[in-house]
C-alpha cells in the first residue's frame, strides 16, 4: 500500500512538471511567433518610410518640373495633388485587397510557419 502512495506521488509530481513545463514552452513559442510578426512588420513598415521619402522628393521634383513647362509652379502641384488624390480613391475601394488581407495572409503565414527545430524535436519522439 506504501509503495502504491509512493508511485502515486511520483506520478503527480511528474505531471505537474510535465504541465509546468508543457506551460513554459508555450509561452516561449508565442514569444517567438511575436517577435517574428513584430520584426516582419518593421522591416515592412521601414522600408515604406524610405519608399516614401523617395516619392514624396520624385513628386516635388515632378511638381517642379511640370510648373515649369506649364509656367505656373502651383498648377504643377495641383496637377500631383489631383493624381494622389485619384490614387487615394482606388486605394480606398481596393482596401480589403491591396492593404488589410497581404496583411492578415502575413501574420498568419507567420503564426503557421513551423521552424526546423521545432520539426526536429517532434521527430526525436
Partial sequence: M????????????????????????AKLK????????????AVIISISMIVAMFTLFLNIGIALWIGEILNNMSLGFLIISGFYV??????????????????????VSKLLETKNRENDITNLK
Fill in 86 to 107: 485619384i490614387v487615394a480613391i482606388i486605394v480606398y475601394v481596393l482596401r480589403k485587397s491591396l492593404i488589410k488581407e497581404p496583411i492578415d495572409n502575413l501574420i
Fill in 30 to 41: 508565442a514569444i517567438d511567433k511575436t517577435s517574428d510578426i513584430i520584426s516582419s512588420l
Fill in 2 to 25: 506504501d509503495n502504491i502512495a509512493t508511485n502515486f506521488e511520483q506520478l503527480y509530481n511528474k505531471a505537474v512538471l510535465y504541465t509546468k513545463t508543457s506551460l513554459e514552452l
